[in-house]
């Protein structure tokens, strides 16, 4: 027999093994707790603690509920849960088969929604099932390299991979919004049939769900729970210049003088990997960067900060690696040797996810970089990238990785985030390459990965940014022009260097990067520290054409130029969660064609982006919302919204129209 119990605000059911807690977590929303253990444990992960809502809580016999607002949950006598707003609307509903009396789908199956499978001597397998909604689409998860802003009818895997991040939040277009707040590895599959959530080893079944109509109110009340990101520093609203390495302190210092010898703005410059003696490190190597002060010095008397690059990876000739060894700060092996990563070297990996081992990386970062004038960090392979991906070979001091691994990037920002704040630096961000549910918080701006020089993914970034977006990450960017395969010398290449150079303005960091090719013959090559690695072809505005000089140098001054439409989004995104980049249906959630559209987007509420994204095309096809009017910026022509127009695109063209 099931028995309910109130507990302050909390709707409480035991029946057998399992415990469930139901609780108002912000408004309009409700957090969902379960175990087989014999108490919950108290970890929140990407939720933060909220101000203790009163709840109406109704226990009717074998069936009961809770109210927060909008939304309410309702226990069938069988213990199926359901959800509703506050017009009677079904939200959410678990898929129950069983003879069990009080479910809506008697069946022989005898399958449960929420199944606990025992890992002998371990945790458990968690199974949560959910029926589907008809015509629903879903939008959010993260940064997915499959070409689908609509998740409806994918199968995700929860874990990170270079240029995949797992953020399991959507919103959906039925009027809810939901977050699986569960670090561990797993899947989710949207089917036609049903809504499975898997993780493969965990205590605990833990969502939050809140109820709202409009996509605005939804992206409010997740950012609420799960926290805001800082305000943009101005900075980040310029033009930041990079290249696959910039191997010495005067190639970067010459690049610098001749940025601001040309007169063209430059708010960032970073050094990228290879910098340092060993991984590990976490340090200039000298012979390369003799003067680290000088550098910054004369750089901020130019107006451009640095950034430079860390690595989680610390290789055997480190010499932190004895002490971080011992001190079981890194990430270990489950059996054979402590490696989990190759990069030129076997490397063992920073487990961020111990408040000690973060303080360490800290530490020498703030004595190598921060006590040099360094202030910003590009916190790469943040995934981590593993050998193999092999999530069941690593443990973490929280437990196993298969139980914990999706938090690492959300503790790695953590660890730079408290360290710069707590040395007076107001606002911190941190460029990462991977994000989970609550980094947001932690001035995290993620990017999407090493992805290739092509159309193809140029195509396939625009649905993985809007999709990071609506999972609640409003900071994020792409490698101008991709990371690997682009060619200076060949024109498909040139003219994708130009359209995304265009589509990058109305990003929400404008970041020039890749590994250019052909590669430069290396230079003073070693042995050691910096002298492993050579570097790409150049990757400044000036290496290509004239004509791409010219395009460049325009698009920058655009970006200038919008400096305060962009503060003023930035102000958005820290007040209220709005994402920077916006599908159309977030301004326009009452067109429905609107929901169907993955090639175009809102920067801000003013600004629909049509990026021009295939090779020679000079003209495309563009629908403009309806519920108003819309002017082409190229030409000053206005349109009636609702309907599809086709925008000229010479090569020196992105098409965008301003809202009237």
């Known amino acids: 027999m099931a028995i309910y119990r109130i507990d302050g605000n909390r709707l409480v059911r035991r029946q057998e093994a399992e415990l469930i807690w139901i609780e108002p977590w912000g408004k309009n929303s409700l957090r969902v707790r379960a175990t087989y253990m014999d108490r919950m444990d108290g970890e929140d992960w990407a939720l933060l603690p909220q101000e203790e809502l009163e709840a109406q809580i109704v226990i009717n016999g074998q069936e009961a509920s809770i109210t927060n607002g909008e939304i309410t949950a309702k226990y069938s006598a069988g213990g199926a849960l359901s959800f509703y707003n506050a017009q009677g609307k079904k939200l959410l509903e678990e898929q129950w088969y069983t003879r069990d009396p009080g479910h809506d789908q008697e069946s022989a199956l005898e399958i449960k929604a929420r199944e606990f499978i025992p890992i002998i001597g371990g945790d458990y397998k968690l199974n949560m099932r959910f029926w589907p909604n008809k015509g629903e689409k879903i939008f959010g998860m993260g940064q997915y390299q499959d070409g689908c802003l609509d998740k409806k009818g994918c199968q995700l895997e929860l874990a990170h991979r270079n240029s995949q991040a797992s953020v399991p939040f959507y919103i959906s277009n039925v009027g809810y919004g939901f977050l699986w707040n569960n670090p561990a590895v797993g899947t989710v599959t949207f089917a036609k049939n049903k809504t499975v959530w898997e993780a493969r080893s965990t205590k605990k079944l833990d969502y939050w769900i809140c109820a709202n ?41 010459s690049v610098a003088r001749e940025y601001h010898r040309r007169g063209v703005p430059l708010d960032v410059i970073i050094i990228d990997f290879f910098h340092w003696t060993f991984q590990g490190d976490w340090k200039f190597d000298p012979k390369y960067f003799p003067d680290p002060e000088g550098m910054v010095k004369e750089l901020s008397e130019m107006g451009i900060k640095l950034m430079v690059s860390i690595w989680p990876t610390v290789e055997r000739a480190s010499e932190n690696y004895p002490a971080m ?34 303080k360490f990386f800290w530490d020498a970062a703030k004595k190598n970089y921060f006590d040099k004038g360094i202030s910003l960090f590009w916190l790469d392979v943040a995934e981590p990238e593993l050998i193999g991906y092999d999530y069941d070979l690593y443990r973490s001091s929280a437990g196993s990785y298969l139980k914990v691994a999706n938090a690492y990037p959300q503790m790695y920002a953590r660890a730079f985030y408290e360290g710069l704040s707590e040395n007076g630096v107001e606002a911190p961000m941190s460029l990462i390459r991977c994000a989970w549910a609550g980094s947001q918080r932690y001035g995290a701006l993620a990017w999407s990965g090493d992805i290739n020089s092509t159309f193809s993914a140029m195509r396939t970034q625009l649905c993985a940014g809007l999709n990071m977006a609506m999972a609640g990450i409003p900071w994020w960017n792409t490698d101008i022009g991709g990371f690997h395969g682009g060619n200076v010398d060949d024109p498909e290449f040139q003219e994708l260097l130009v359209r995304w150079f265009q589509w990058a303005v109305y990003c929400p960091v404008m970041r020039l990067h890749g590994d250019r090719q052909p590669s430069l013959a290396p230079t003073d090559q070693g042995h050691s520290g910096g002298g492993q690695m050579g570097s790409g072809n150049k990757n400044e505005i000036w290496s290509f054409t004239e004509e791409m000089y010219g395009i460049f140098t325009r ?53 629909l982006v049509a990026p021009v994204m295939t090779y020679g095309a000079r003209e495309r096809l563009v629908y403009l919302p309806e519920g108003a009017q819309w ?9 009636a919204g609702g309907e599809t127009v086709t925008a000229a695109a010479p090569l020196d063209v992105i098409p965008v129209f301003r809202r009237s």
């Open 213 to 253: 109509d409009d996509p605005a109110d939804t992206m409010a009340a997740y950012a609420d729970a799960t926290g805001h990101s800082p305000m943009m520093p101005d900075y980040g609203m310029g033009f930041w210049q990079c290249k696959l390495r910039y191997r010495t302190q005067e190639e970067l210092l």
């Open 325 to 358: 060894n011992d001190l079981g700060l890194l990430l270990r092996t489950e059996y054979g040797l402590p490696i989990a990563t190759d990069c030129v070297t076997d490397c063992s990996v920073v487990d961020t996810l111990n408040p000690e081992a973060r």
């Open 555 to 607: 698009c920058i001054a655009l970006r200038n130029e919008m400096r305060p439409y962009i503060r003023r989004l930035m102000r958005e995104a820290h007040e209220t969660g709005a994402p920077v980049m916006r599908p159309l249906f977030y301004e326009f959630p009452k067109d429905k064609a609107a929901w169907d559209i993955k090639d175009a987007y809102m920067f801000g509420s003013d600004l």
């Open 631 to 639: 002017t082409e910026e190229s030409t000053g022509i206005t349109y």
